[in-house]
């Protein structure tokens, strides 16, 4: 049996991120602070109910998968260079807190709450583990990731990215949701169409699969021509394109979220609006008295926003995200899909009869179809927004003001609604017309793309959507922040977020770090192992336990951890006191690991994939 060892540090980055945006929250609560106030309790380990030695961020990424799926495109398990599971989990802790003002403000008893990285981690990589899990139902397995490298740390694989290489040293990421541009593209730059074609699969898939094994002509045709020329091309066919630095820091730094309070109410307002709505909609099955969908396991009885109701128009990560941390705090969400339903529920694998990934967002949802280019579809969003506590939506810039939906068309008619809009870039191009807002592109302009690699790596975005699911995040505390709001003072608001607004909480050195062989997954004799905080700063250590002389060179080490197998290692590391984490390889292991048993819920015939428990306990 392997010695157990407590962690030695707490989470302070989590902790930092929770009272950084409970601070910001504050800002639109009147009297909130001072003797007497009932401030909520919250508190953020490392490991929550996971029964595993979890002593720091990297511990976490190596347990719970973060590292075995941004390393996907670059042939092996990998750490993040930034703490990102800590920040996901500061989040929710201030979400857990604000949602615990908004519960005891409408006379629910709770007092307290308690998340952990881990649980932000298993979260952060949730589509991921019900794509892994549902594999077996349907649909044809993922692209290969590019094979394990033999090579030295600072020659890693890169075929799995998406990011391109110029004649003239530059790395660009490009981005479409059309074919047809993604086609001219190439052909601008003298690719064949039907290699082109062969290209835009894998492109689009990476968002889900987090590799993108392009065909290497295209590399090839990109290398051939200046940074000048791929612009160019981008520019005429359509396709956004960032260049991507190697400076970590931010370019800019937004606030998390923006909350512009709404009109005031007229004495007859109503502070929480009636849960019917008006008209006739078979399609949705409302419930009498709105409390939370069984669906969700979550343990207790009594969520923070039951009784509450959300509607959503959005799609793909960052909007459903948001609606699905709504509802896994009680709210009754509401999604309006076009005619037919959202095209993403059926892209495999599928759990069932739908996406395995549009269900880890979506599932226990109620739909109704509008067709928003009609004005009878605009009438029933219209509708819904008006018997609805929230209106979220994730368009592009521009689109709700062109269908008379923005709020300023309905905060006038319903001051109490609170809007939410979750965008890309938010207002950070200025007056100039911004990229295409998805996850790749936020990471370059953010400078995340930069620090989630070491110094020995060129930079690049991780193809694990980092910044859709703190975006989503994000988005979700500025509606509970509006929420908490509207009960201090009756009136609704309009919250802005961005995917680049998430990306800048994420906390990062002035250079990028330089790695040793200590820093990265050990490969044993069956898998991985990561090595803990004490042992990484002190290689003698762990020379001693492998029996080793001399310097630690790379290539010996690794040879010698291949010798024995990852428990072998974690237990002779454990006797010597020093901890070591096994890296989860096979996300599939979650839902069958007891160490997970109280954290992830194992597939059932409702969802037909594993799923991550609410990542929240209330008391």
């Keep these: 049996m392997t010695p157990r060892l407590r962690a030695a540090t707490r989470p302070d980055v989590a902790a930092a991120i929770a009272r950084r945006l409970l601070r910001h929250a504050a800002r639109d609560l009147p009297g909130t602070s001072g003797p007497g106030r009932d401030t909520p309790r919250y ?23 973060l590292m075995q799926v941004h390393g ?3 042939g092996g398990p990998l750490p993040l260079a930034v703490d990102y599971a800590s920040v996901v989990a500061g989040v929710l802790a201030a979400q857990g807190a604000t949602a615990l003002r908004v519960a005891r403000a409408r006379g629910l008893d709770l007092r307290e709450v308690r998340t952990s990285v881990a649980q932000g981690a298993l979260l952060a990589a949730g589509q991921y583990l019900a794509a892994e899990t549902a594999r077996g139902n349907s649909g044809p397995p993922e692209p290969d990731s590019p094979a394990p490298s033999t090579a030295v740390p600072d020659a890693l694989p890169t075929g799995g990215l998406a990011t391109l290489e110029t004649s003239d040293d530059a790395r660009v990421e490009v981005e479409t949701l059309d074919p ?19 290209g835009w699969l894998p492109f689009q898939q990476r968002f889900a699969t987090a590799v993108c094994p392009l065909p290497d002509e295209l590399r090839r045709a990109a290398r051939r021509r200046t940074l000048a020329e791929l612009r160019a091309a981008a520019h005429q066919s359509g396709v956004s ?13 937004p606030a998390a979220w923006c909350l512009t309070p709404g ?8 502070a929480h609006p009636a849960t019917a709505v008006p008209g006739p909609h078979p399609a949705v099955p409302f419930s009498a008295a709105p409390g939370p969908y069984p669906a969700v396991p979550f343990s207790g009885a009594v969520l923070p926003l039951t009784g509450l109701r959300v509607v959503e128009s959005t799609r793909r990560v960052q909007g459903p995200l948001a609606g699905h941390v709504l509802r896994m705090l009680g709210a009754e969400v509401v999604r309006i899909e076009p005619p037919g339903g959202d095209p993403m529920r059926w892209l495999p694998p599928l759990a069932g009869d739908c996406s395995a990934r549009f269900s880890a967002l979506n599932a226990g949802k109620p739909v109704v179809e509008a067709d928003l280019t009609t004005a009878p579809g605009r009438d029933e969003v219209r509708a819904l927004a008006a018997a609805a506590d929230v209106f979220l939506h994730n368009w592009a810039p521009g ?29 950070t191009f200025g007056d100039r017309p911004p990229p295409l807002g998805t996850d790749y592109l936020a990471q370059v302009h953010s400078g995340l793309a930069a620090a989630v690699r070491p110094a020995d790596q060129p930079p690049a ?11 989503g995040l994000v988005c979700a505390q500025g509606v509970l922040a509006a929420l908490a709001a509207r009960e201090a003072t009756g009136r609704g608001s309009r919250v802005d977020s961005s995917l680049v607004s998430a990306a800048a909480l994420v906390p990062r050195r002035a250079h990028r770090p330089r790695w040793t062989a200590l820093d990265r997954p050990l490969r044993t004799a069956d898998g991985h192992v990561y090595l803990g905080p004490a042992a990484r700063a002190c290689p003698e250590a762990v020379l001693r336990v492998v029996d080793g002389t001399g310097p630690m060179a790379a290539g010996s080490l690794s040879a ?6 990852t428990q072998e290692w974690t237990v002779r590391l454990a006797e010597a006191g020093l901890t070591a984490t096994p890296v989860l390889t096979d996300l599939t292991a979650l839902a069958r690991d007891p160490a997970f048993r109280a954290a992830v819920a194992p597939p059932d015939p409702s969802t037909g994939h594993a799923r991550p428990y609410a990542p929240w306990e209330f008391a």
Excluded: I, N
């Design 241 to 253: 394109l960032l260049t991507v630095g190697s400076d970590p820091a931010p370019a800019v730094r």
């Design 180 to 198: 047809l541009a993604w086609r001219e593209f190439w052909a601008r730059l003298g690719a064949a169409p039907a290699l082109a074609g062969r």
């Design 399 to 427: 689109k709700a003001a062109r269908l008379g939906l923005d709020s300023s068309d309905l905060l006038p008619g319903h001051p109490t609604l609170v809007y939410a809009w979750a965008s890309g870039f938010g207002d």
């Design 560 to 565: 010698r951890f291949a010798r024995r197998t």
């Design 263 to 270: 009109p005031a109410p007229v004495p007859t307002a109503r």
């Design 461 to 471: 975005p991780s193809l694990m959507t980092l910044t859709d699911v703190l975006g």
């Design 72 to 74: 996907r495109a670059t």
């Design 43 to 65: 508190s953020v380990d490392w490991a929550g109910p996971v029964g595993a030695d979890l002593p720091d961020e990297r511990a976490v990424q190596a347990a719970c998968g």
